[in-house]
């Protein structure tokens, strides 16, 4: 059988390794609102915020997974350009966010120059033409076509998702929908990522923890590195790519719409393990958040109205306010479903200085 991914390309994830349960749920089967993967779907919304979505068997999925093998192999070419070139579209002065942005590690390349663990963000509007385009590399236009495909694709897929929710959530139909219009200004974005080997530092990986700070985020990997911490037990445990499935995961704006009810679960990323570590590891998330105006507070209606009423009054943000807040660092700490957590733990740099890459 053809293979429709490049993981097979790669030194197979350790076998002997503890890895976290993340339920797989069909994506064909919520397409075709199967009852049974509905509500696996919802269970694991609410118990670990992270699932593996099996695009498998579904032509919109197959075509989000050949279209990911695509823009893998243009960020690895948009990573390997001249730091110089990089720069360019780096962070302050391109934009505060959606910018290449690195952090130098031990690691030199052939020229001696300190090899960076780098991100780039690529904004949906700018991509769709919703606003006055920020510069981007070359590259980036030349597969405009692509970027294009991929991000109403991708957005196909979590409407899908977003309906599931709305049901199950009880909410008047479309609600999540109209807080997520393509067409709107919204803080979406495509983010090559690019690490490469180095050492486990408990400090660094520390510094990676984060949850994300949108609605929904569609990940593929193709090595491990990726580990979320176990609800229970606080443990840190790997994520194993599975070829054929993206990872999603719940970001912050869901924990707030929800009052709780949906988990945004914490997670960093890590050197990958034994059999890969010696590989240069790249990821590709598309991240969706709720349009830019939109108030990040509890929803009304269905069973959200059955959740207990916060102690402690939160500030309300717009999304976009969160998104720049928690982006560049004036949003300090981990947002988890208690609150803020470990603000003195890991306070981002303010820009202009590169800064280790939470979402
Ligand atoms: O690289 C990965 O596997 C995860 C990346 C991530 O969590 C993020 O960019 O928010
Ligand atoms: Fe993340």
């Known amino acids: 059988m053809a293979h429709l991914t490049s993981h097979h390309t ?32 919802f269970q694991a919304c609410k118990e670990l915020g992270f699932f593996y979505l099996d695009f498998v068997g579904s032509k919109l999925g197959e075509t989000i997974i050949s279209e990911a093998e695509e823009l893998n192999k243009v960020q690895k070419e948009f990573f390997a350009l001249p ?38 963000n690529l904004r949906k509007d700018d991509i769709l033409g919703q ?11 030349e597969h405009q076509d692509l970027f294009e495909r991929y991000i109403r694709h991708c957005r196909a897929a979590v409407d899908v998702l977003l309906e599931h929710l709305n049901t199950h ?46 609605s929904l985020t569609i990940l593929f990997n193709w090595l491990g590195g990726l580990q979320v911490r176990l609800p229970v ?7 194993k790519p599975i070829p ?25 990323v890590v050197p990958a393990p034994s059999t890969q570590a010696h590989l240069t590891r790249n990821s590709l998330v598309f991240f969706t958040r709720p349009e830019d105006k939109v108030v990040l507070k509890r929803l009304k209606g269905g069973i959200i109205d059955d959740q207990p009423q916060s102690e402690i009054p939160e500030p309300e943000m717009t999304s976009h306010e969160w998104i720049m807040g928690k982006g560049t660092g004036r949003l300090p700490g981990v947002f988890t479903s208690k609150g803020f957590e470990g603000k003195a733990r890991n306070p981002e740099p303010p820009v202009p200085v590169p800064v280790s890459i939470p979402a």
């Open 10 to 41: 790669l030194p197979p994830f350790p076998e002997d390794l503890r890895t976290a349960p993340l339920v797989s749920v069909s994506f064909a089967k919520l397409e075709a609102n199967h009852n049974e993967s509905s509500s696996d779907f």
């Open 83 to 120: 730091n110089e070139v990089k720069d360019v579209y780096g962070r302050p002065h391109l934009h505060p966010f959606y910018a290449y942005r690195y952090t130098e590690t031990e690691g030199k390349d052939e020229n001696g120059a300190p090899l960076r663990n780098a991100n780039y």
């Open 131 to 141: 606003c006055e385009r920020l510069a981007c590399h070359p590259l980036i236009l």
């Open 169 to 214: 959530l009880q909410l008047p139909p479309g609600t999540l929908a109209n807080l997520h219009r393509i067409h709107e200004r919204s803080g979406d974005h495509v983010r090559f990522t690019q690490n490469h080997p180095g050492a486990f530092s408990e400090d660094r990986a520390r510094s990676a923890e984060h949850t994300d700070f949108g």
């Open 233 to 239: 037990t606080d443990e840190w445990v790997y994520v």
């Open 244 to 268: 054929g499935s993206c990872i999603v995961n719940l970001g912050d704006a869901m924990v707030k719409f929800t009052a709780g009810i949906l988990r945004s679960n914490i997670h960093r």
